[in-house]
């Protein structure tokens, strides 16, 4: 048995007619003067059909790319002629079905007394090796992007971990903010854009927070911006994300919120702080969904809800000029106006028993209950802070109280508003001008110590003023 497989060793045709590479062998001038059944088998060429031709323009014709490759560039025949050997990768052989398939070769001179007398060309297949090498390069790339994706929003999630009191429910029953509940409700299960205001600290996130968990999006993210927080430019990239090297100190490629946000909703708090060239560019996203990196040209699409949340007048801006009346009409779809607080005085009881069960477990304190004294004067005061001066407030005395019961000891004095409400309007002012005029001169209106004269108007002038406004002597 030994002495057999010995004796077909000993034969080479019958060896290279095993081996699973396709093997062709050349004589000096080109011509196939051996092919194998692999070689058969892979290109569909019987070796009959092609032994002592020039075999280049039945397998070896076109290029890849299906441009032309003449003989003289065929590397099995510069092997033919200079007797050094190649390895080539990155071409393809012709079937005879007129398909074709990738190839990897090496072409190997055959020398006799120091001369080139042929050339052997062994070749493989390589299109599972290649499809292998594409599959992974895409499972690489979607990794790398899951990676990044998850790097951002990590970071974000980190950030948004942070923030006390984000997990508090809208309390409150009364009229105004059941309204506004109710269109709370009918709205989150939409789409449409959503344009919260309020007065500072009066629950705008809170409302935002609500209408995303209530709506279709909620398995995806709700990512804020507030567009108070960065500069013009900051605001951009931060917006829209960047390329590696948009800018100095831009080392990676980063996300912008707008990605991060993509499937879910888009937050933007403070939109009345956005500056005219952010608001240009916020327009074009709302419009057409799509925007490109700082620094890159690739246009990204996004399917993003859009709520918006101001304490400004927006429209007042937009007269003044400093919002673009597009994106204000674009906003404003469906507005939703968050009460004041002192417009719902009936809220601050349930209020203050759910932020004094928040304070004692932040503080380490058991308050059961806040005096009836307190809830009075709580009511009567003007909170320009609204629900988070509350908190505030009551985290203050909670600190200061021994007891179980939070009892006030001092006037609530609001720090000075800057609110419009606070300003009378003119013709309140003149009137208590003119009061205070005319009880200084004992309501005499003319003559030398009338306050016709102290007010530097013609009697008759003050006398039709006084008519304007009701003004009359007390009786
Ligand atoms: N109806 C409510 N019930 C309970 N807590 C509330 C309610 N509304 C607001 N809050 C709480 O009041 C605080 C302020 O709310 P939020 O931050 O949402 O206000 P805002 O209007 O967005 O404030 P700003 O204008 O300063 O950004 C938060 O701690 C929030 O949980």
Known sequence: MKDNIKHYLADSELLLNAVGEGIYGFDRA??????????????GWCAQELLGKNIHQYHHHTYADNSPYPATECKIYGTLQDGISRHVTGEVFWRKDGSSFPVEYTTTPVFKNNEVIGAVAVFRDVSEQLQTESDLRSALQEVRQLTEQLQAENTYLQNELHQEWSAAGLVGESA???????????????????????????????VARNIHSLSLRNK???????????????????????????????SERRKGRFELANKGTLFLDEIGELSMAAQSKLLRVLQEQEFERVGGNETIKVDIRIIAATNRDLLKMVEQGDFRIDLYYRLNVFPIHIPALRKRPQDIPALCQV?????????????????????????????PGNIRELQNLLEREAILTRGDILDFKHKLVAEPANQVEAFESLAMAEKRHI?????????????DNGAAQVLGLPDSTLRSKMKKLAIARPA
């Open 30 to 43: 080109g011509n196939a003067v051996f092919i194998n059944p692999a070689a058969e088998n892979m290109t």
């Open 176 to 206: 105004p903010l059941k309204e506004m509940l109710e269109q709370l409700e009918l709205v989150a299960k939409t789409d449409s854009t959503v344009l919260i205001l309020g007065e500072n600290g009066t629950g705008k996130e809170l």
């Open 220 to 250: 995806s993210p709700l990512v804020r911006v507030n567009c108070a927080a960065f500069t013009a430019s900051l605001l951009e990239s931060e917006l829209f994300g960047h390329e590696k090297g948009a800018f100095t100190g831009a």
């Open 355 to 383: 932020i004094i069960g928040k304070l004692n477990s932040k503080l380490g304190k058991n308050i059961k209950a806040i005096s009836n004294s307190s809830l009075k004067m709580l009511a009567q005061y003007r909170w």
């Open 435 to 447: 009061c205070a005029v005319l009880q200084a001169c004992d309501w005499q209106i003319g003559g």
